[in-house]
């Protein structure tokens, strides 16, 4: 009846369960809010059936922030476990429970922090930035936030019910073959990211439609804002590279569910063809990730340096450059594989070669500041911040390029600490700049500049405090993954440093509640009734914060580049004509479809047969209701959007 | 409802841009069985376990429901309401006819010993031509859902909204079974 699932699978040790009950109590305190404010209605029907990119959009980011707030305690643990483990002291984390909690820990936060932070921007600003009133679908917009966020559910739960992996966040072969890690933990991990990863990419052709084909008239493809590039770059990865992690898991569960030899070390399995593919979309992955804070990068330095963005043309090809000579570097995670010295050769020098057009963008970042007014809010420091630990990050990257020195360095402490630099300094500094950067337009109201300012200096020092003894480490010999070192390498000093650092970041993640909270209890006093509280250039600004359902009231031609700040310089006018307006309907089938996923999952963890065929039989059942729906809008009359409009405007 | 045909237009865009997507699924399995085809572990290669005049039916049924398929779309643009269920149904039928045939060809194989946990070989080949087999039943459910709207009521501009996607899908498998046909079956027997 209930497959493989017993009593046993809820028994775990006492670490566990304290992470366990604190889970439970903060769904019971959520729960109990919701009735305690009567809000499940306006839970239902504001937010779990909505279509609204802008609602999507912050829906990714709470999912996101809160799985942050879980991975920065797993990190904080593994830090104070090799703090303390040394000799013959063995912590307080047994080897595989440190284990599992690595894997954890990459898996959330590049598949739901990364992710769920990027496609909330997303979500929130494309849209916006092209002028138009939605997304090319928004129905599937809204199942593929659901698929988003009953993975990051999938995973949580194995914390609750089973383990999770103890394989790292790329579960090798043959480690994660059914011989070597018989558990249910390395199918916790397979399902929970190929349910996210199949709601990525119905986001990427999503996005890829919406700005190819709903871009406001008269915005040509070099008239887009710069972020507006980076995501198109970043999509077209996604669409060409999440099909092959979706491949590559599948054959790893059909390895795992049904006896198959893809990848095993028996029966004349291949294990390095799954790192091959593993990595052929991993490394497009950075790129998917770190494209984005680019764009993000590239619209607060111009606001705050009020000048243009510098070298617009070489920005975009720039873009291109890294979107194609992504495809062609994954090797070089694995030059010890032995594929020869040509080859080796070929992946390194492609490796150095993706850093010149990353290299363009910061001169031309730098060259937008020189002789601009430069006004040094918290988004501004955040850049300023990234160009340091991009720019250190970056020179190890090319380091490692090199296949003699990367054949040292392989697995060790010194990669750890470059990764760190690229997507802590890289791509979280950028999401948090984009956050500041854009509350205002979403929510209304301005973000605490004090604490955002405390918050920056936390993370930035505390990040070169946790990192940099890792280089160090990393070319003494220290190793990932490491749970148990012995006294006489004299590496304890360092990882104390290390552990301290991570303190010091977790201060900063104080602050950032902080400001949260504060800025909350201010919102009157920093409250934007303009719309366009930074003085900004794109169209985002030019309308109501925060932005009415329908975004845009009139659709005027769009004339040149940074459109909103000649309108501004122009002063002109605009007579307005109201129009009716198509506003698709809200639908819960997005969400059930998501949850028919995460059924499935769990059935084909669990070996539950019965779930499974209930499953997928509601997900056939959903999908087909939907498509033969053909009322799926309504309609805001003219009259109806103009009241909406003057309402704001007086108020 | 009628669709503007800016709708129609970013449909038809992102159903391509899904194939492309689904193309690199597939492009991934073929390579995975590539790399895994000589690697039969004391099992069968291809040679000792297709039946090439087998296979051939099988693409000449998948190949004529192509244009059976294509057959429907015209008929849907002219608005011949009784042809397009006509056609549509030779479409099912011929795709039906292929399911049952490629499922025979399994229960055969697997009957004779040699299941997927033979080997890699064998891993690999029932995954790339089952993956494309599920594509033909995703297909089929759908082609019978439409039956019934086309059968029901006129030709709404949805409907043959659907039906151009749904040409779209079954060409695109046909091209997939041209490679399957080609890299797994032929080279597989000949070599």
Partial sequence: MLGKLTLDAFKHGPIVTVGQISMVLGALSVVGLLFYLKRWKWLWREWITTVDPKKIGVMYIVVALVMLLRSLSDAAMMRAQQAISVGSNHGFLSSDHFQQVFTAHGTMMIFFVAMGLMFGLINLIVPLQIGARDVAFPFLNATSFWLYAMGAVLLNLSLMVGEIGATGWLAYPPLSELAYSPGVGVDYWIWSIQIAGIGSLLSGVNFLVTILKLRRAGMTLMK???????????????????????????????????????????????????????????HPEVYILILPAFGIFSEVVATFSKKRLFGYAYMVWAIIAIVFLSFVVWLHHFFTMGAGANVNAFFGIMTMVIAVPTGIKVFNWIFTMYRGRVQFTTPMLWFLSFVLTFTIGGVAGVLMAVPAIDFQVHNSLFLVAHFHNMIIGGVVFGYFAGLTYWFPKIFGFKLNERFGRYAFWCWSVGFLLAFIPLYILGMMGATRRLDHYDASLGWQGLFIVAGVGVMVILAGVGFQVLQLIVSIMQRDKNRDKTGDPWDGRTLEWSTASPVPVYNFATLDPVTERDVFWSQKQQKQAAKIQYEDIHIPRNTPIGFLIAVSALLFGFAVIWEIVWLNVVAVLCIIGLVMYRTLDDNTEYVLTAQEVKALETKGAKA | MKTPPAQLDKTTFGFWLYLMTDCVLFASLFATFAVLRANTAGGPSGKDIFDLPFVLTETVLLLTSSFTSGMALLAARAKVHKQVFFWLSATFLLGAAFLFMEMREFTHIVSEGHGWRMSAFLSSFFTLVGTHGAHIAVGLIWMFVMMFRFSASKISANDLRRLTLFTMFWH?????????????YMFGALS
């Fill in chain 2, 172 to 184: 695109f498998l046909d091209i997939v079974w041209i490679f399957i046909f080609t890299i797994v």
């Fill in chain 1, 224 to 282: 887009m804002p710069m972020f507006v590039w980076s995501v198109l770059g970043s999509m077209v990865l996604v669409v060409v590279a999440f099909p092959i992690l979706t491949a590559t898991l599948a054959m790893l569960a059909l390895d795992r569910s049904l006896g198959m030899h893809f990848f095993t070390a028996n029966a004349g399995g291949n294990p390095m063809m799954y790192i091959n593919l593993i990595w052929a979309w991993g």
